[in-house]
């Protein structure tokens, strides 16, 4: 039967209801607190306890594979220590550093302390009429670093050379490179000077709000990946980061929250940090049985996305058993199990959906995996038979794989009380078979 302008005013409404990219904010009536539900590990508590704990000031790496909802929860957190009496600043990274380049410790300090002044600008807290971009141009000046482009707008106006240095970190690779030439032998008076910001920053926002504790999350870190030309040095250069130069990420009077690559942990010796995980729909036993408060979680936030009666209208008498169906071959990460909906409601052509739209929709979104190389297929064939660290050595082809397969979603990272790994419901099968054809001792 075909369908009705009604039909098609709700399909469009499933549509908007149903993007995958989408973060939600506190609020927001779609939002199901999967993370809060019993049988749940919910990450965001915990890195809410490591602050409330920590006095005074901390540092806290936070992560999550793509699509995982970090951002949307990260709202929820910005939202719990507001309403408990911190002050929260938030920037997104990806706005200060070229995420397609290598990164220096120079290149973050600067970006990190010049998020800063535009997130307390936001807040209308003053520092003395000055951001750091016109403190840096004035710092510049000082050492006689040889600026070429900036030299007579830094004479003219700071202001405007201020937000001239701040396109250029970003669009301008020659520029930065001279620039981290320069400055390769003052780190540590560059660190000094960053530090020397921060707490003018902290004592502008005690004048407005004495003894108020600060939070400030430095966000999207982890989508620095270098481009095919700087694959592994863009990797290198985040690892460097934050292994080398941990101490430099401590500000002193406040809460640092970065977010940063899931990879980071698993590295040997791996840093401390807290990984978002996929919702567990199975458990870690050798059948992965049903996880039937996961699996329930997510059937929630289905249904608050479709709305009251959505699941009946789109899939008929047998919903349940639809929604569940979609949900176990999500693998119980939010973007894949979102991308299913808005693929039927493109396909369908009459209601309820049927199962060849169902497979169609399926087909679709797994192809987005496809397809996975024979030596590729190997190594992810040890994680479904084991289940254990998706990274078997330090070797930059090894971290370049993880790194890959954790953005694609591949490897899925979870927890029940351990950590532990599975691959995608919607490739297993076709790593395990493409593994059985090409063992390793047979690789073409």
């Known amino acids: 039967m075909p369908l009705t302008p009604d039909d098609d005013r709700f399909l469009a409404r499933l549509f908007n209801n149903l ?44 992560s999550a594979c793509q699509g995982a909802g970090k951002t949307t929860e990260l709202n929820r957190l910005r939202k719990d220590l507001d309403s408990s009496g911190y002050f929260v600043l938030y920037a997104d990274a990806i706005q200060y550093i070229n995420p397609a380049l290598p990164i220096t410790i120079s290149d973050f300090l600067i970006a990190l302390a010049g998020a800063f002044s535009d997130a307390l600008a936001e807040k209308a807290i003053d520092i003395a009429g000055e951001s750091y971009w016109t403190r840096l141009c004035n710092w510049l000046t000082k050492t006689n670093l040889e600026l070429q482009e900036i030299a007579t707008k830094l004479d003219a106006d700071p202001v405007k050379a201020g937000i001239l240095l701040k396109l250029e970190l970003k669009s301008s690779p020659s520029f930065r490179q001279r620039l981290v030439d320069a400055l390769s032998d003052r780190i540590g008076g560059m660190r000094d000077d960053v530090a020397l910001f921060f707490e003018d920053g902290y004592k502008a926002i005690q004048r407005q709000r004495p003894d108020t504790q600060v939070v400030f999350i430095f966000d999207s870190l982890e989508k620095i990946q270098g481009s095919r030309f700087h694959w592994n040095p863009a990797i290198r250069s985040v690892q460097r980061l934050f292994t080398n130069h941990r101490a430099m990420l401590s500000i002193p009077y406040l ?36 996880c039937e408060e996961g699996i329930a979680a997510l059937a929630s936030l289905v249904h608050k996305r479709l709305g009251e009666g959505g699941a009946l209208r789109l899939f008929g008498p047998n919903h349940t058993a639809a929604v569940d169906q979609l ?64 990274l078997p050595t330090g070797t930059d082809q090894d971290i370049s794989r993880l790194t890959r397969f954790l953005d694609s979603r591949i490897i899925l990272y979870l927890r029940n009380g351990e950590d532990w790994h599975d691959i995608h419901p919607m490739v297993r099968d076709e790593v395990s078979r493409i593994a059985a054809a090409y063992p390793a001792d047979t690789q073409p």
């Open 19 to 62: 993007n995958p990219d989408e973060p939600l904010l506190p609020g927001d009536a779609r939002y199901e607190p999967v993370y809060e539900r019993p049988g749940c590990v919910d990450p965001m508590a915990e890195l809410s306890r490591k602050i409330r704990r920590s006095e005074t000031e901390s540092t806290i790496l936070l």
């Open 255 to 290: 809460h640092m929250v970065y977010t940063v690559p899931p990879w980071l942990k698993f590295l040997p010796n791996g840093l401390d940090m807290e990984v978002i995980p996929a919702v567990r729909t199975c458990h870690h036993d050798e059948a992965r049985t049903r």
């Open 327 to 390: 949900i176990l071959v999500s693998g119980g990460h939010f973007r894949d199990l979102l991308r299913l909906f808005p693929e039927i409601v493109l396909m369908i052509d009459e209601l309820p959906a049927t199962q060849k739209t169902f497979d169609r929709a399926i087909a679709e979104v797994r192809s987005s995996f496809l397809p996975i190389a024979v030596d590729d297929a190997v190594w992810l064939d040890r994680i479904t038979r084991e289940r254990a660290s998706p």
